[in-house]
């Protein structure tokens, strides 16, 4: 069976992820204590104790890169892993590279933490916010924000599924718009609890700072191709990587576009490694003759060595 394995973004997050998992397997706290290491953090204990740190962006990127690349070590210690491709939805994405031997697990925790501070730092507390909207088409969206955008800034930014499109701006603009999504037919025009709004042109100066400390990084042709979010594409040289990761902060995640990609490269089931059920959940919606299923405790561990083994 070919398969692909995915790695959930920002959002995804839980009080007490990867408890049951860490029970049985000391690679888990082992990679945290990694992680915590390297940007000086106890990630562990706010995974498990502290879920208004864990919500802090600075706080939630690094942990959830950890948590998605233990568990990759987790089934990789159970089942020799042989995936067609990887990708990772938004944060998701570092996880990849770092699985597909790309970039250094401690270079990419410090990288994507310095991500979320300056995402942190590029729109004041309260100026931005993002929306999901349900029920209208892709082409909808986009030019219903065009329209909006004459008041302020508001873009689609996540295509994460059919009916399913994440937009994201200047908080006054982005409620403005979820009113005309709604007028429109959307079935749903819900803002979400997010204070930073990511993958927007508001994005822009952070990401040329970005691309600073992107460039300090080594990274290398790993040794599983990732699709990244931008284009749905893989890279084919080291500057192309950094590139990507550098526009992702501010352009669009091609999640669909990413999924169907998967399909036509004759990918047959998705894995999901990390907290949550997110991205299963949208391949399914995306396109019904991929199978999926996530790892995300010990039971659901064994299910998925047993499909792929």
Not at 142 to 170: L, R, T, Y
Request: hydrophobic share 40%; proline share 3%; glycine share 6%.
């Amino acid at each position: 069976m070919k398969y692909a394995i995915v790695y959930p973004g920002q959002g995804s997050q839980s009080l007490g992820m990867l408890s049951d998992l860490s029970t049985n397997f000391s690679i888990v706290r082992d990679t945290f204590s990694e992680a915590s290491d390297a940007i000086d953090i106890d990630l562990w204990k706010i995974t498990q104790e502290d879920e208004n740190s864990l919500n802090q962006t600075e706080n939630t990127q690094p942990a959830m890169l950890a948590a998605g690349y233990a568990t990759y070590k987790v089934l990789s210690s159970e089942v020799d892993l042989s995936p067609e491709c990887m990708a990772g939805h938004s944060l998701g994405e570092y996880t990849a590279l770092v699985a597909a031997g790309s970039l250094s697990f401690y270079d990419a925790t410090r990288l994507v933490r310095k991500r979320a501070q300056l995402m942190q730092s590029a729109v004041p507390s309260g100026v931005g916010a993002m929306a999901a909207i349900l029920g209208l088409d892709d082409e909808q969206v986009i030019e219903i924000c065009n329209k909006c955008n004459s008041s302020g800034v508001v873009e689609a930014v996540n295509f994460n599924s059919p009916g399913q499109v994440v937009i994201a701006g200047e908080k006054e603009t982005v409620n403005n718009a979820c009113e005309a999504m709604k007028n429109a037919g959307a079935r749903r025009a819900l803002v979400l609890p997010v204070s930073v709004p990511s993958h927007c042109s508001l994005m822009t100066d952070a990401a040329q700072e970005f691309a600073e400390s992107v460039d300090m990084v080594n990274f290398i042709i790993g040794n599983v191709d990732v699709l990244h979010n931008v284009d749905a594409s893989i890279a084919e040289d080291i500057n192309e990587i950094k590139s990507k990761l550098v526009e992702q902060l501010h352009k669009p995640v091609l999640w669909t576009a990413s999924v169907q990609k998967m399909q036509r490269l004759g990918i047959e089931k998705i894995i999901e490694l990390g907290p949550g059920k997110v991205l299963a959940g949208l391949t399914r919606r995306i396109d019904r003759s991929l199978s999926s299923s996530a790892v995300i405790d010990t039971a659901t561990l064994h299910s998925t060595i047993e499909e792929i083994a």
